[in-house]
């Protein structure tokens, strides 16, 4: 477990490459090799893992998780209709993690606010507050 602690998602990229080499159908495996090169800058072939993770298929835990990851990355490679479409998803599946799905409302505020939708960011912020622990969601 000290490579999660120290970011390597349960191996590093050149061993994902070799799992994924041997099982090409294993989503998980694209899952981390995506983590590990978000978090090598490689913003792009985090996004093509991401991709790839959630069209093979994840729990529903690391789906939503794969969904903000990648849209993070997409944020990172300007790709902003991109990024706001994956947290859009996150929203739209619901998480029972009020923090997730909070964060996914302020991150799509923050990119409507950005491309010049205050009104739409004004109403994802106003529905983040519905997603606190003390509030219940509606």
Do not use: W
């Not at 969904?67 to 902003?80: F, H, P, S, V, W």
């Not at 983040?128 to 622990?133: E, G, K, L, M, V």
């Amino acid at each position: 477990m000290l490579k999660d602690a120290l970011g390597g998602y349960r191996g590093t990229v050149g061993e994902l490459d070799r799992i994924i080499g041997e099982h090409p159908d294993n989503a998980e495996a694209f899952y981390h090799r995506a983590n590990a090169k978000s978090c090598s800058g490689d913003f792009d072939g985090a996004v093509r893992d991401f991709t790839i993770a959630i069209g093979i298929g994840l729990r529903f835990r690391e789906m939503i998780a794969a969904y903000g990851n990648r849209a993070l990355a997409k944020m990172e490679t300007g790709d902003i209709p991109g990024a706001m479409a994956d947290f859009s998803e996150i929203i739209a599946r619901k998480p029972g993690n009020r923090r997730l799905l909070r964060s996914a409302y302020l991150n799509r505020a923050l990119l409507r606010q950005r491309e010049g939708d205050a009104e739409g960011a004004a109403r994802d912020r106003e529905l983040a507050t519905f997603c606190t622990p003390e509030t219940k969601q509606q």
